[in-house]
């Protein structure tokens, strides 16, 4: 962070703490059951997303550039899943509160990044479905491994360069006042008004990430639905339209799972109780990584004749065993 100080050419002394203090959830003494539950969700998260990653490494007929995306996304959700939640427990759970100040920084960063990379992932998948349904005769040519990977990259680079200039901007932060930050984890929002010195471009970052990273993506997948709905109002028959929406639907509850909350969240604003906004926010972090994997398990066909397939040969190799 030193380099990025020096790349402004400038020499200036900034007042560092040692460590920053969460505050977490204000007078409930009755949270440290909700941190059991996140733990409970936690571990469903991982065993789901690398049950998803599995079967995917394993069966050659899930090499299609859709399931490049389904795979970035259960790594997304493992990522985020093992960033937040363990230390999210140890800070609250063990009364851990004070976080040293090249550890919060790098927690906001990981955190940062797989809250961003999972609603890129999802305009991925709603890519495909649009040129799936859209141009379904040159689906093969406009969806290829190529194109998934190259976008894939872009996005993973676009959100590391990103993060990397609001942890950036934040170490050229003076803190002389409070330490407490009113939140469940490092929240670059919540850090950069702490600061008793100009924030003008954490707060100018602090308004475009949220437009770049959740309103965009946003707009373009329902921009892509309605595209998709006026293709299905001339299709024929009820029956094909059912059909045909069915393979959004998985797509579907995942935007309706990781959207809405941080829409209504944000929408609020102020207005929101902090306690509301921190169990609000802290569920849209494990809730969608937890879901994702049996939303696509159950709601996916080729997923659910892989897995029956690797059951089945692993029963079979069990019986020859004996």
């Known amino acids: 962070m030193d380099l990025f100080n020096a790349a402004f050419g400038e020499n200036i002394t900034f007042v560092r703490p040692p460590y920053f203090i969460i505050s977490g959830f204000i007078g409930s003494p009755y949270m440290k059951y909700y941190y059991v539950f996140l733990f409970f969700l936690f571990v469903m998260s991982v065993l789901g997303n690398t049950a998803v990653m599995t079967v995917i490494s394993l069966d050659h007929n899930l090499r299609t550039p859709k399931y490049v995306v389904v795979f970035n996304l259960a790594f997304v959700d493992l990522l985020g899943s093992c960033a937040l939640v363990p230390k999210l427990l140890d800070i609250f759970l063990f009364n851990h509160y004070y976080v040293a100040y090249n550890d919060c920084l790098t927690l906001l960063?990981?955190?940062?990044?797989?809250?961003?990379?999972?609603s890129l992932n999802l305009v991925a998948l709603s890519y495909d479905r649009l040129m799936a349904i859209m141009f379904p005769l040159h689906y093969h040519i406009k969806v290829t491994h190529k194109i998934m990977f190259s976008l894939i990259t872009f996005f993973w680079l676009l959100v590391i360069i990103s993060i990397l200039f609001a942890?950036?901007?934040l170490t050229r932060l003076s803190f002389c006042k409070s330490l407490v930050?009113?939140?469940?984890?490092?929240?670059?929002?919540?850090?950069?008004k702490l600061a008793c010195n100009n924030n003008f471009p954490n707060s100018v970052l602090g308004t475009l990430l949220p437009v770049l990273f959740m309103w965009l993506p946003f707009s373009f997948i329902v921009s892509s639905y309605i595209c998709i709905g006026c293709v299905l109002?001339?299709?024929a028959?009820?029956?094909?339209?059912?059909?045909?929406?069915?393979?959004?639907?998985?797509?579907?509850?995942?935007?309706?799972?990781?959207f809405i909350p941080i829409i209504i969240t944000f929408t609020i604003g102020a207005r929101i109780h902090p306690n509301a906004r921190i169990i609000n926010l802290s569920l849209t972090s494990v809730f969608p990584p937890m879901l994702n994997p049996i939303i696509y398990v159950l709601q996916t066909q080729e997923i659910k004749i892989s897995l029956k397939k690797i059951?089945?040969?692993?029963?079979?190799c069990k019986v020859i065993g004996k």
Do not use: P, W
């Open 109 to 118: 960063f990981f955190c940062y990044i797989c809250l961003s990379m999972q």
């Open 167 to 169: 942890v950036g901007f």
């Open 181 to 192: 930050i009113n939140s469940y984890f490092c929240d670059h929002g919540q850090i950069y």
């Open 233 to 235: 109002a001339k299709v």
């Open 237 to 258: 028959t009820a029956q094909e339209r059912a059909k045909t929406f069915k393979t959004c639907t998985a797509h579907l509850s995942l935007v309706v799972i990781y």
């Open 311 to 316: 059951l089945k040969i692993r029963r079979e």
